[in-house]
């Protein structure tokens, strides 16, 4: 029932932006944090930047300055704003909601990704 979509991935030449974004659906809750993983062919998944309800953010050192992510939690939704792109970013990003339950547990939703492919 929960859903994530994102949307904004496409190819760009390095040095270029391109600005992500994530629209949930479905959910009777609010999640505690929202987020932006992604993951290249043969690498494990990785948290590139998320955020809090009150805005605390963390990112990652490798797009730490070049990328920023925003919150809308009236609208259910997070982006992520990409700058100066290398060639490095290249992979599928994951939009991520997550909660916390009673007896220490984290429910997890996942987005079905998008491309982001940097290459001149």
């Known amino acids: 029932q929960v859903q994530l979509v994102e949307s904004g991935g496409d190819l760009v030449q390095p040095g270029g932006s391109l600005r992500l974004s994530c629209v949930a659906s479905?959910?009777?809750?609010?999640?505690?944090?929202m987020g932006w993983y992604r993951q290249s062919p043969g690498k494990e998944r990785e948290l590139v930047a998320s955020?809090?309800?009150?805005?605390?953010?963390n990112y990652a050192d490798s797009v730490r300055y070049r990328f920023t992510i925003s919150r809308d939690n009236a609208m259910n939704t997070v982006n992520l704003q990409m700058n100066s792109l290398k060639s490095e970013d290249t992979a599928v990003y994951y939009c991520?909601?997550?909660?916390?339950?009673?007896?220490?547990?984290?429910?997890?939703?996942w987005g079905q990704g998008t491309q982001v492919t940097v290459s001149s």
């Open positions: 991520n909601g997550a909660v916390y339950l009673p007896g220490a547990r984290r429910a997890d939703y």
């Open positions: 955020t809090t309800l009150r805005g605390r953010t």
């Open positions: 479905g959910n009777s809750f609010t999640f505690d944090v």
